[in-house]
């Protein structure tokens, strides 16, 4: 019997790094990764033309909206946008419209999302207002819990020390772990509230506010709470020297704690900011050239652990709000990650090694997605092919994605994604989207 499909003529990458093989698909599954003679006949071949083979890659800060907040992005945009930048599983914010905090929410998001997705999704949830429900939301299927310190999303105030202890705990037992936005709110609030008494409207202001020393005491606060609970800390879109600081010594004390960063903060400083204007602002902010070496020196060293998008879309009148404190923070990702990120390999910044390490491997560990995030026999046929040296030039109006605008419209990047294989189905060739929804999955 022939297997479904043979990829032939690739670089794949395995445990033993970059290999000349081909890869055989029968049904949702690889059943070898061999040479060519060695490959079981299968009904459809296709020939790779050298290309380089990843596990299918992970972006684990994804917020594809849709319910009430569809008008933004919903499950359908927002996976062709992850299946276009070679992105095969997402992993869902809870800020939505209801917001996932319940065993019902999550149940309700789930079951919309699963007709209309393209690519993989997993799913985090907000702390539930009852802390007896978060073992149910575990067993339904929420990979991680989100925590924002920045304002209250869930059950819980995030500045109640007791009340984060008990839920920290109860997710402990789940071993599930938790993510956290780290800005202190009360710091922020008040010095929005001095600033806007001064008629400050402007980003100056909005980077005032929104502080490195904000961004560190939330993050000194959250990860000696969570030590205290035994459970795993993911500390998102880390964004200052400061901020790594505190992590790598909380590493080196032996806390279970992990760290995110995202593109836009690796490759943008607030200059790009005060050039882009409110459509380019995100939180935490853009910060300043040292803060960005940092991050690259730190994640060379293999001390961040992964890179997500924090895919985060508005509508352009959100983004275009008169004063800076109602424009809506976050930019489109999904599409420009993966272009970004091998430009920076072909520049030498970052081995393919490394690149799989941030953005399959240890999102797969972390959240513990089963039979993804590597190739080999047995694993989900999960594969995002890269042309290392194909140019293109980004173009923000061409996005999947509802939000076509990105800081970083019109970079030229090299190195792109070719295919995406979602499941063992080809679900984009060149930039073309070819599968229909329902080839992703719910990644429980
Ligand atoms: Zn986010």
């Given at each position: 019997?022939?297997?479904?499909?043979?990829?032939?003529?690739?670089?794949?990458?395995?445990?033993?790094g970059?290999v000349?093989?081909?890869i055989?698909?029968?049904?949702?599954?690889?059943?070898k990764i061999?040479?060519?003679?060695?490959?079981?006949?299968?009904?459809?071949?296709?020939?790779?033309?050298g290309?380089?083979?990843?596990?299918?890659?992970?972006?684990?800060?994804?917020?594809?909206?849709?319910?009430?907040?569809?008008?933004?992005?919903?499950?359908?945009?927002?996976?062709?946008?992850?299946?276009?930048?070679?992105?095969?599983?997402?992993?869902?914010m809870?800020?939505?419209?209801?917001?996932?905090?319940?065993?019902?929410?999550?149940?309700?998001?789930?079951?919309?999302?699963?007709?209309?997705?393209?690519?993989?999704?997993?799913?985090?949830?907000?702390?539930?207002?009852h802390?007896?429900?978060?073992?149910?939301?575990?067993k339904?299927?929420?990979?991680?819990?989100?925590?924002y310190?920045s304002?209250?999303?869930?059950?819980?105030?995030?500045?109640?020390?007791?009340?984060?202890?008990?839920?920290?705990?109860?997710?402990?037992?789940?071993k599930?772990?938790?993510?956290v936005?780290a800005?202190?709110?009360?710091?922020?609030?008040?010095?929005?509230?001095?600033l806007?008494?001064?008629?400050?409207?402007?980003?100056?202001?909005?980077?005032?506010?929104?502080?490195?020393?904000?961004?560190?005491?939330?993050?000194?606060?959250?990860?000696?709470?969570?030590?205290?609970?035994?459970?795993?800390?993911?500390?998102s879109?880390?964004?200052?020297?400061?901020?790594?600081?505190?992590?790598?010594?909380?590493?080196?004390?032996?806390?279970?704690?992990?760290?995110?960063?995202?593109?836009?903060?690796?490759?943008?400083?607030?200059?790009?900011?005060?050039?882009g204007?409110?459509?380019?602002?995100?939180?935490?902010?853009?910060?300043?050239?040292?803060?960005?070496?940092?991050?690259?020196?730190?994640?060379?060293?293999?001390?961040?652990?992964?890179i997500?998008?924090?895919?985060?879309?508005?509508?352009?009148?959100?983004?275009?709000?008169?004063?800076?404190?109602?424009?809506?923070?976050?930019?489109?990702?999904?599409?420009?990650?993966?272009?970004?990120?091998?430009?920076?390999?072909?520049?030498?910044?970052l081995?393919?090694?490394?690149?799989?390490?941030?953005?399959?491997?240890?999102?797969?560990?972390?959240?513990?997605?089963?039979?993804?995030?590597?190739?080999?026999?047995?694993?989900?046929?999960?594969?995002?092919?890269?042309?290392?040296?194909k140019?293109?030039?980004?173009?923000?109006?061409?996005?999947?994605?509802?939000?076509?605008?990105?800081?970083?419209?019109?970079?030229?990047?090299?190195?792109?994604?070719?295919?995406?294989?979602v499941?063992?189905?080809?679900?984009m060739?060149?930039?073309?989207?070819?599968?229909?929804?329902?080839?992703?999955?719910?990644?429980?």
């Amino acid at each position: 019997m022939p297997v479904d499909t043979v990829l032939h003529n690739a670089k794949v990458y395995t445990s033993r790094g970059l290999v000349e093989a081909g890869i055989a698909i029968d049904h949702d599954r690889i059943v070898k990764i061999a040479k060519r003679p060695n490959l079981p006949k299968a009904s459809c071949q296709i020939d790779l033309k050298g290309s380089i083979a990843l596990p299918g890659i992970i972006d684990s800060h994804v917020h594809l909206r849709d319910q009430e907040l569809a008008y933004k992005e919903d499950f359908t945009s927002g996976t062709s946008a992850a299946a276009a930048g070679g992105i095969t599983t997402v992993i869902d914010m809870p800020n939505n419209q209801p917001t996932t905090m319940s065993a019902e929410a999550l149940r309700e998001r789930m079951q919309l999302a699963e007709p209309k997705i393209l690519v993989n999704v997993a799913f985090n949830s907000a702390f539930p207002t009852h802390l007896r429900e978060i073992p149910e939301i575990a067993k339904i299927g929420a990979v991680g819990f989100k925590l924002y310190l920045s304002q209250q999303i869930g059950g819980i105030n995030p500045d109640d020390d007791q009340a984060l202890l008990e839920a920290f705990k109860a997710v402990r037992h789940t071993k599930a772990p938790i993510a956290v936005h780290a800005e202190d709110r009360t710091m922020i609030e008040q010095k929005q509230k001095k600033l806007m008494k001064q008629r400050r409207y402007d980003l100056e202001a909005f980077l005032d506010a929104h502080s490195f020393d904000a961004e560190e005491r939330a993050i000194r606060r959250i990860t000696q709470l969570s030590r205290k609970s035994g459970g795993h800390l993911h500390i998102s879109h880390i964004s200052s020297k400061t901020g790594v600081n505190i992590v790598l010594k909380a590493k080196k004390l032996g806390f279970d704690v992990t760290c995110e960063v995202t593109p836009h903060h690796l490759l943008l400083t607030y200059k790009n900011l005060k050039k882009g204007g409110n459509t380019a602002l995100e939180v935490p902010p853009l910060r300043g050239p040292s803060d960005v070496a940092y991050l690259w020196r730190n994640l060379q060293k293999g001390l961040v652990d992964t890179i997500a998008s924090d895919h985060a879309p508005h509508s352009l009148k959100e983004k275009n709000a008169e004063s800076v404190w109602d424009v809506k923070p976050g930019i489109a990702g999904l599409e420009t990650m993966l272009p970004l990120l091998l430009t920076q390999v072909n520049k030498g910044r970052l081995t393919i090694k490394r690149l799989v390490q941030l953005t399959c491997e240890n999102p797969a560990r972390i959240y513990r997605v089963k039979d993804r995030g590597n190739l080999k026999k047995g694993s989900i046929a999960d594969i995002t092919v890269i042309d290392l040296r194909k140019e293109h030039r980004i173009d923000a109006s061409s996005f999947h994605s509802k939000a076509k605008f990105s800081p970083f419209n019109g970079w030229k990047t090299k190195g792109m994604p070719v295919k995406t294989f979602v499941n063992g189905q080809l679900a984009m060739e060149d930039g073309a989207i070819v599968s229909k929804p329902r080839v992703g999955r719910i990644v429980r």
